[in-house]
């Protein structure tokens, strides 16, 4: 057996044993430094996944991951058709990595009630629209019969607008459409209610059916405002998207209108750049709580080897390298750190956990876009945490157990 990992083994089942030793509370200390440290880390990280995973998937729920519309209809209000055949669909949705392709019709509208109106942008979808993610935004109600064959009539609109304009399901509102040269007019059902808490799009967005939109802005069957792309992998998009780009961008279709492809990323640059911004508060967070382990584990260290001074002199005398007292010593201070992280991560997946089946903190919607603190538990991450922990803590304990090289056994016999 390693003589340096027999004796820590040794040392370490005597500090549990003795009560009265002198550094007993500084270990004490050096394992809550460490369990609290990395507790702190394991709901940070678990926090901050949690939230960029949410709020992203929202925005991604209105806009997929890859849009495909008419050049100038991507960076305008005003919405121009492109040609969405089945010829066209069918390419989109060969593309490797390509999980689902949805065509989509927008307009520019306005609801009217007795006593107040609003401006709104109508969002309509055919048959093959993937309804997962606003299915489970809905408060209310359902979605429209969703189809670009026959109109509706119906929309969804969201709590916000609902609120406003003193709207509930079953009401039927008027809306007004301004064309070229003349006003057009609607009358649509309310039979859903939604809200996701993202105020730029619950204030403005409307869902109905393609046919409706379609009809509306008096454009051919085959035409709409866009497509929108889901991907299998996430992580993939830039490769993706530079396919998508081949594949469509400046192609000319048989209406003379140019296609043009983005991702929802460009399209919605503030959010995207806020969402990324937290990943400097987590790195900020890691290094604060991986240096008050460090700290408390050092002062801990050096606590314990002034207070074996004895022993240390004992074993020089009888032979033993500094190297290997250097390494009983790390080996105990293993332990100890060991000790800190079994606590520190029971601590801390508790305290995500039970965020995740409680919701027990609470947020401000209209601020923080979530009603309660989303988290997300990432075992390969936490396995991440707690090895860079232990080996960032081990490695910054190497200098400070070269003290044992300066203390000379003669007069550390005496030291008592």
Not at 127 to 149: K, N, W
């Amino acid at each position: 057996m390693n003589l340096s990992l027999f004796i820590a083994r040794r040392l370490h089942h005597e500090e549990e044993d003795n009560r009265q030793k002198v550094s007993r509370p500084a270990i004490r200390i050096s394992i809550a430094g460490v369990a609290i440290g990395l507790a702190v880390m394991i709901v940070s990280v678990c926090v901050v996944l949690g939230f960029k995973h949410t709020i992203r998937d929202k925005v991604l729920g209105f806009g997929s991951h890859i849009i495909i519309a008419e050049a100038q209809s991507l960076y305008k209000d005003n919405s121009y058709p492109v040609c969405m055949d089945d010829s066209m669909m069918s390419e989109l949705r060969n593309i490797p990595n390509v999980n689902h392709v949805q065509r989509y019709a927008t307009k520019q509208g306005i609801l009217k009630t007795d006593s107040d109106f609003l401006g709104v942008t109508f969002k309509g979808y055919g048959q093959e629209y993937d309804s997962t993610f606003i299915s489970s935004c809905m408060v209310e109600g359902r979605l429209p019969a969703l189809s670009d064959t026959v109109s509706s009539n119906e929309i969804v609109i969201s709590q916000n607008i609902a609120d406003k304009l003193g709207l509930k399901r079953g009401d039927r509102i008027f809306s007004y459409f301004m064309g070229t040269d003349n006003v057009r007019t609607r009358r649509f059902t309310i039979c859903g209610i939604y809200c996701t808490n993202l105020r730029r799009f619950d204030e403005t967005i409307c869902f109905t059916d393609l046919r409706s939109i379609v009809k509306l802005n008096g454009w051919e069957g085959d035409q709409a405002s866009g497509a929108e792309i889901t991907l299998s992998d996430y992580s993939k998009i830039d490769e993706t998207f530079f396919l998508v780009g081949t594949l469509v961008d400046r192609r000319v279709d048989k209406h003379e209108s140019i296609y043009l492809s983005e991702t929802t990323q460009h399209l919605y640059p503030n959010i995207f750049a806020w969402l990324d911004l937290l990943d400097i508060d987590v790195w900020i967070i890691l290094g604060l709580m991986v240096a008050v382990a460090v700290i408390t584990m050092i002062s801990g260290l050096l606590i314990i080897i002034i207070e074996r001074t004895s022993m240390i002199g004992t074993l020089k005398a009888m032979g033993a390298r500094n190297s290997t007292i250097r390494h009983t010593f790390l080996w105990f201070a293993v332990f100890i750190i060991g000790k800190g992280m079994l606590i520190g991560n029971l601590l801390g997946i508790g305290l995500v956990a039970l965020q995740h089946f409680t919701g027990l903190v609470r947020l401000d919607p209209s601020t923080y876009y979530v009603e309660k603190v989303p988290v997300e538990l990432n075992i390969p991450l936490i396995l991440l945490l707690n090895i860079g922990t232990l080996l960032i803590s081990v490695a910054m304990l190497i200098a400070p157990s070269f003290l044992i090289s300066h203390i000379q056994p003669a007069k550390s016999m005496k030291y008592e």
